[in-house]
């Protein structure tokens, strides 16, 4: 771009600036800002359309079109030109707008028939807050220099929009982050509570978009640079030689750190008129931007990196660190992009819930919060963009959804849902040293799913039987490289301690698909749920797993080990996982540690085709747990993180209970014990409907215990038996109905 261009660009983001500093009302800099961009471009219209809600925009500030249109006239996204940008997030340059797709003619405007028109989005890191327009009689596109000019005026809106500088009681636009906001997102942990806003990375403000000395801005981003880059050599020089998926990182870091051209189009930016934090975001956003069209994961990883990157350089820029000295607020809930195990556990089991923007049902947040046994809402879309530090959010992870910063009416009826929930808990209290004894007179263990030693008080408090299911992987997931073999024979023996006696089935590393080892290169499967996971990698990778036996045995030092192989599909996996237990224990002994006093091994059933294992399977195996989860997605093949189709099959559609009727009966052939464990088990419709399929075991996060159990006192698994094959014969697909009609009529509330 030509010098005076350069000039000229900086002269309008000086006015901008200046107009953006006067004390006046928030309408009345709006004004002022459209009619010297008008003047700037030489054009007879420029407008600015904000966001009313997530899907309407509004016509804030015109120069150009009538004054008594603005905050009366309105479109849907998708609605003319104006919202095609807003719903392509994509600029529109036409030198014959009537011509285009989806014109739209505004006469309420007083809008004459604008031959040019020029569109760009106001948007901020990928979250768009508006739409700017310039329209001229002339029949011109604008030329690259014009359309630069505004994309950086459209920057700086952005940011001035975020920081509250346009609102006024004018028009009845309120500033941004305090109205009341509802997020729909997806269920990780059920359980509701309400609390105040934790920020895990609190966003960043930029206060200062636009500069006087381009040199000194210059010369501040040269000075953070440096900075960033001696940082990234500083974690590279620590990273171990064996630990090449950090490192891979780390040089992606660098290599962007020393980029030519990342720094020239910021320094460009800045010789525009930008600050040096300003030209940095702006680098970002279209980094953003382009991430979301990038189908190549490499790409999207790469992109990701340079995100990151520019974070930290924020920060340095702008000295706001992550620790910005914000206390933890009374009752926090924390709210993140995505979080990994180990930064989740430092913030301890004060937390009362998580909401997360990314994450997935089986993910290791989801393990934890069900370890806290406090609410998980997953693909909040938005939330960390819209939350503040301190505000008040109502958590629901029965449903999904999150209440930001909620009217009192929602927060009454949320206060009300909670008040029950507690008094239906001290209910269940009563309950805890009391069997699950149906009125039929069968007996249903009711255990519980682990994996911190955080969770083990609850074996006491919950009335559990003892633990159906300790998740072994959180141990390895929360390290930057495999976890010492003394170190988990530690753990493990503290596991057995706390149990005093009680059975413990420890499950063997259950990693990949959504579960993936910070020090383990991922293996972009198309479809990791079904690939290389679980037993696979054990199988695959034998020293990780005989390390973990090791440690198993030597934790039992003597006592009860009970030990379950994660997905085993055939009955060869399961003998070979066998055969190296059997190894390992010979040789253990000839070490001269002192082996188990008794040893069961089993094997989790949670594909279908384990159910169709030869007779031998069934003689050779301990014990089977039907692991719910994955058994129930590959039996409708509905993957269970895609909601278009999760939600399409119910747990009690009548060929699903059969068929967990038929692995029962086989299990029963053999006089091999079987339980259910999963999300499923402990909701206590799904747990009577399995009792009645005759499973005699039930695993379940401990907080479900209390409902399980008292629901399962009340009843004769006979007759709700009776009442499921009444519903197939009916040709029902689901007996949903029929069975929460029989318990309705017994006084249950399903």
């Keep these: 771009m030509p010098n005076n261009m350069e000039s000229e660009s900086r002269k309008l983001l000086g006015r901008l600036r200046d107009t953006l500093a006067e004390d006046s009302a928030g309408q009345a800099r709006l004004d002022r800002i459209t009619h010297l961009i008008a003047d700037s471009m030489q054009t007879e219209v420029c407008s600015i359309y904000l966001f009313r809600d997530k899907d309407t925009l509004e016509l804030c500030a015109t120069e150009g079109l009538k004054p008594e249109a603005v905050h009366k006239t309105r479109m849907r996204i998708g609605e003319g030109l104006v919202g095609r940008v807003a719903r392509t997030r994509c600029m529109v340059n036409t030198a014959d707008a009537p011509a285009e797709p989806g014109f739209r003619y505004m006469p309420e405007t007083g809008e004459e028939i604008y031959s040019s028109f020029f569109g760009l989005p106001i948007q901020r890191l990928g979250e768009i807050l508006g739409v700017l327009v310039v329209q001229s009689k002339e029949a011109r596109a604008f030329t690259d220099d014009e359309v630069y000019a505004l994309e950086v005026v459209a920057m700086v809106l952005a940011e001035m929009t975020e920081l509250g500088a346009f609102v006024g009681d004018e028009g009845g636009m309120g500033a941004l982050h305090t109205h009341p906001v509802l997020f729909r997102g997806l269920t990780g942990q059920e359980g509701v509570a309400e609390g105040h806003v934790y920020l895990h990375e609190p966003r960043v403000v930029i206060t200062n978009p636009v500069a006087d000395d381009p040199e000194a801005e210059s010369l501040r981003l040269r000075e953070a640079v440096d900075k960033l880059r001696i940082s990234v050599d500083s974690m590279l020089a620590r990273v171990e030689p064996s630990d090449k998926d950090q490192r891979e990182v780390l040089e992606a870091y660098r290599m962007f750190a020393n980029s030519r051209g990342w720094m020239r189009r910021m320094e460009e930016d800045i010789g525009r008129g930008l600050s040096a934090e300003a030209a940095v975001e702006k680098e970002q956003s279209a980094a953003r931007s382009r991430l979301a069209t990038v189908p190549d994961p490499y790409m999207r990883e790469r992109l990701h990196d340079l995100d990151d990157l520019s974070n930290r350089l924020l920060r340095i820029l702008t000295g706001q660190g992550k620790e910005t000295g914000a206390e933890m607020p009374e009752n926090p809930i924390l709210v993140a992009r995505n979080i990994g195990p180990g930064e989740l556990l430092d913030y301890g089991k004060d937390l009362k819930g998580i909401v997360l923007e990314q994450g997935s049902v089986g993910s290791h947040a989801a393990v934890v919060a069900r370890a806290w046994a406090i609410p998980l809402v997953i693909h909040a879309e938005g939330i960390t963009t819209e939350a503040l530090n301190g505000n008040t959010i109502l958590i629901d992870g029965d449903q999904g959804v999150v209440h930001l910063r909620p009217e009192e009416t929602v927060a009454t009826a949320f206060r009300d849902k909670i008040a029950m929930q507690a008094e239906a808990q001290k209910r269940y209290a009563g309950l805890v040293g009391l069997p699950a004894q149906t009125l039929c007179g069968k007996h249903i263990a009711l255990h519980m799913n682990a994996g911190l030693m955080a969770d083990l008080p609850s074996l006491a408090t919950s009335g559990a039987e003892g633990v159906g299911l300790f998740r072994t992987e959180l141990q390895f997931l929360i390290r930057n490289k495999v976890p010492k073999r003394g170190d988990l024979a530690s753990l493990y023996a503290r596991v057995m301690d706390a149990a005093k006696?009680?059975?413990?089935?420890?499950?063997?590393?259950?990693?990949?698909?959504?579960?993936?080892?910070?020090?383990?290169?991922?293996?972009?499967?198309?479809?990791?749920?079904?690939?290389?996971?679980?037993?696979?990698?054990?199988?695959?990778?034998?020293?990780?797993?005989?390390?973990?036996?090791?440690?198993?045995?030597?934790?039992?030092?003597?006592?009860?080990?009970?030990?379950?192989?994660?997905?085993?599909?055939?009955?060869?996996?399961?003998?070979?996982?066998?055969?190296?237990?059997?190894?390992?224990?010979?040789?253990?002994?000839?070490?001269?540690?002192?082996?188990?006093?008794?040893?069961?091994?089993?094997?989790?059933?949670?594909?279908?085709?384990?159910?169709?294992?030869?007779?031998?399977?069934?003689?050779?195996?301990?014990?089977?747990?039907?692991?719910?989860?994955?058994?129930?997605?590959?039996?409708?093949?509905?993957?269970?993180?895609?909601?278009?189709?999760?939600?399409?099959?119910?747990?009690?559609?009548?060929?699903?209970?059969?068929?967990?009727?038929?692995?029962?009966?086989?299990?029963?052939?053999?006089?091999?014990?079987?339980?259910?464990?999963?999300?499923?088990?402990?909701?206590?419709?799904?747990?009577?409907?399995?009792?009645?399929?005759?499973?005699?075991?039930?695993?379940?996060?401990?907080?479900?215990?209390?409902?399980?159990?008292?629901?399962?006192?009340?009843?004769?698994?006979?007759?709700?038996?009776?009442?499921?094959?009444?519903?197939?014969?009916?040709?029902?697909?689901?007996?949903?109905?029929?069975?929460?009609?029989?318990?309705?009529?017994?006084?249950?509330?399903?």
């Design 501 to 750: 006696g009680k059975r413990v089935v420890f499950r063997t590393l259950d990693i990949g698909s959504d579960k993936v080892l910070p020090y383990m290169k991922p293996q972009d499967e198309p479809n990791p749920a079904m690939g290389w996971r679980a037993i696979r990698v054990g199988l695959d990778r034998g020293g990780v797993m005989r390390m973990q036996l090791q440690a198993l045995i030597r934790a039992a030092a003597g006592r009860p080990l009970t030990i379950m192989f994660p997905f085993v599909a055939q009955f060869d996996e399961f003998r070979e996982a066998k055969a190296m237990l059997a190894t390992v224990l010979e040789s253990e002994g000839k070490l001269g540690h002192v082996l188990p006093a008794s040893l069961e091994v089993g094997a989790m059933l949670e594909t279908p085709s384990l159910a169709f294992a030869p007779d031998r399977f069934f003689e050779e195996t301990d014990f089977i747990s039907i692991g719910g989860n994955d058994l129930k997605q590959f039996f409708f093949a509905a993957d269970r993180e895609n909601e278009r189709v999760r939600k399409r099959y119910d747990t009690l559609n009548y060929s699903f209970l059969s068929f967990i009727r038929q692995i029962v009966a086989r299990c029963d052939q053999f006089d091999t014990p079987v339980s259910f464990c999963g999300e499923d088990a402990g909701r206590p419709l799904e747990a009577v409907a399995f009792a009645a399929m005759g499973v005699r075991t039930l695993s379940m996060r401990p907080a479900s215990i209390g409902p399980v159990k008292a629901m399962l006192r009340r009843l004769d698994l006979d007759e709700v038996a009776a009442v499921i094959d009444q519903a197939a014969a009916s040709g029902a697909q689901s007996v949903r109905k029929a069975l929460s009609d029989h318990l309705a009529e017994r006084g249950f509330v399903t």
